[in-house]
Nanobody, 125 residues
Framework: QLQFVESGGGLVQPGGSLRLSCAASGFTLRSYSIGWFRQAPGKEREGVSC????????NYTDSVKGRFTISRDNAKNTVYLQMNSLKPEDTAVYYCAARSGYGLGMFEQNTYAYWGQGTQVTVSS
């Protein structure tokens, strides 16, 4: 059974940091590009960051550039999202997802075949 398990979410004060993990089971993550998405209360889910299967190409939405870093360890079948300088507007449920290939439309959700269950990130004082 193909499955993602996300972890690392929680409550953090503004300016703090969290590292999200996305571990895959039932399939080999190295064959897929991975995206991180988030959905804030009352808002549509949006793309945050993505990384190619080999980890050499990454992309970020403008609001997180310079603060978030995506990485992957294919030997551990895991992708990470390091989030620094967190802001209240980063509060959301964060999801990882997998798709084949890397190119245009990396933040188009319907191009992703596999999704995790999400992990809550709350930034509040």
């Amino acid at each position: 059974q193909l499955q993602f398990v996300e972890s690392g979410g929680g409550l953090v004060q503004p300016g703090g940091s969290l590292r999200l993990s996305c571990a895959a089971s039932g399939f080999t993550l190295r064959s897929y590009s991975i995206g991180w998405f988030r959905q804030a209360p009352g808002k549509e889910r949006e793309g945050v960051s993505c990384i190619s299967s080999g980890g050499t190409v990454t992309n970020y939405t403008d609001s997180v550039k310079g603060r978030f870093t995506i990485s992957r360890d294919n030997a551990k079948n895991t992708v990470y999202l390091q989030m620094n300088s967190l802001k209240p507007e980063d509060t959301a449920v964060y999801y990882c997802a997998a798709r084949s290939g890397y190119g245009l439309g990396m933040f188009e959700q319907n191009t992703y075949a596999y999704w995790g269950q999400g992990t809550q990130v709350t930034v509040s004082s």
